[in-house]
């Protein structure tokens, strides 16, 4: 089957939006420690896993509400074809929690540096550059070869090329191989950039409330 125009820019598009989540997220566990609910929550004998399983899943639910709304409304107004309907579900699960790993990422590293500005930086800056390298504003066929290489270190990038092989209906393999290398390398990063200790270190840090800190 051949990729319209209007097909790899729907899939660029939602792809690139789809990062802004991880953005979105990046201060959900900082938050929580500036309005004092995190040193509750820990004082509650809530396990850090518990914790942060729960902001992860805040995350990977707003990627999946974005890839809902952005796909099934191309579909309905349209007439897409997306290709192998399970194939279609896969990717989409696979690019939501890729998604939401790096959202995790940057969720700790808000975190850790007190600093929310991060998140922004990557909203405004990162999210561009990785959209330029990862085929979301023209098709990597179209750039230099390198941008093709670049593609498979970017969440969106692999996504792209998830998609747009399983609209050709391309073979198994080359459908999915993009976005588990993804998912595989942000699930990495979450357990170098996690550490178990982290929240209860840097919870035990603040105090409660401001009388506590007298």
Known sequence: ????????????????????????????LY???????????????ISVKKLLFGKCF???????????????????????????LLGFAAISACVAF?????????????????????????????VQVMALFGGSFLPLSVLPAFFGTLAHVTPNGLAVLAYTANVSRTRLLQK??????AASLL???FLLLAPKNSAKR????????RCCAR
Not at 7 to 20: D, G, K, W
């Open 98 to 126: 890729s998604v939401t790993g790096l959202g995790t990422l940057l969720m700790v590293l808000v975190y850790r540096a007190g600093n929310p500005n991060i998140g922004n930086v990557f909203q405004a800056v990162i």
């Open 187 to 189: 699930v990495s990063f």
């Open 202 to 209: 840097h919870s035990r840090a603040r105090p409660l409330c």
């Open 176 to 181: 999915y191989c993009p976005i588990l290398e």
């Open 58 to 84: 805040a995350v990977f639910l707003i990627c999946v509400m974005k890839l809902f709304i952005l796909f099934g409304f191309s579909t309905l107004m349209f007439g897409l074809d997306w290709g192998d």
């Open 31 to 45: 938050m929580e420690n500036e309005q004092h609910t995190l040193p509750r929550m820990r004082a509650a004998d």
């Open 1 to 28: 089957m051949t990729l319209s125009s209007f097909s790899y820019y729907t899939i660029a598009i939602t792809c690139m939006f789809v990062l802004f989540s991880a953005g979105q997220g990046s201060a959900f």
